[in-house]
């Protein structure tokens, strides 16, 4: 079950012109800076405290490892529990999902809405 949205992935060109500009100029604040192999990613949010956060992506790296995703428009990602049921759910729904896979935040997979907009779902 879907139970909030965490986080909306922005993909960026230049990750740290993008952190400038979100912290330097909106006030938000850096809650992670976190780097896996080639990837690196950063969580930013109005507070440390805040329940939904931005992470900034590179839209050059996430276009390699995942060609079919629509970098144009943000991605939303959403908490759930039971994900393995969920994702089994989704595929007998006919839905187009990516493949569930562990990363350092938990199990995760992405799925796509009928106009190929892209979501993810993260087991928190």
Same mark, same amino acid.
């Given at each position: 079950?879907?139970?909030?949205?965490?986080?909306?992935?922005?993909?960026?060109?230049?990750?740290?012109?993008?952190?400038?500009?979100?912290?330097?100029?909106?006030?938000?604040?850096?809650?992670?800076?976190?780097?896996?192999?080639?990837?690196?990613?950063?969580?930013?949010?109005?507070?440390? /405290?805040? *329940? #939904?956060?931005?992470?900034?992506?590179?839209?050059?790296?996430?276009?390699? =490892?995942?060609?079919?995703? +629509?970098? !144009?428009?943000?991605?939303?990602?959403?908490?759930?529990?039971?994900?393995?049921?969920?994702?089994? /759910?989704? *595929? #007998?729904?006919?839905?187009?999902?990516?493949?569930?896979?562990?990363?350092? =935040?938990?199990?995760?997979? +992405?799925? !796509?809405?009928?106009?190929?907009?892209?979501?993810?779902?993260?087991?928190?």
């Amino acid at each position: 079950m879907i139970q909030q949205i965490g986080q909306v992935m922005l993909y960026v060109n230049d990750q740290d012109a993008a952190v400038a500009f979100w912290t330097e100029k909106i006030g938000f604040v850096v809650v992670a800076d976190n780097t896996e192999a080639e990837m690196r990613w950063i969580e930013i949010a109005p507070t440390k /405290d805040a *329940q #939904t956060s931005f992470v900034l992506h590179n839209k050059e790296m996430i276009a390699k =490892m995942q060609p079919e995703l +629509n970098l !144009a428009t943000p991605s939303i990602m959403f908490y759930a529990d039971n994900i393995t049921e969920m994702y089994q /759910d989704f *595929q #007998t729904k006919g839905i187009k999902v990516g493949d569930l896979v562990m990363m350092p =935040m938990g199990r995760v997979f +992405n799925f !796509a809405d009928h106009e190929n907009n892209y979501f993810a779902l993260v087991e928190k």
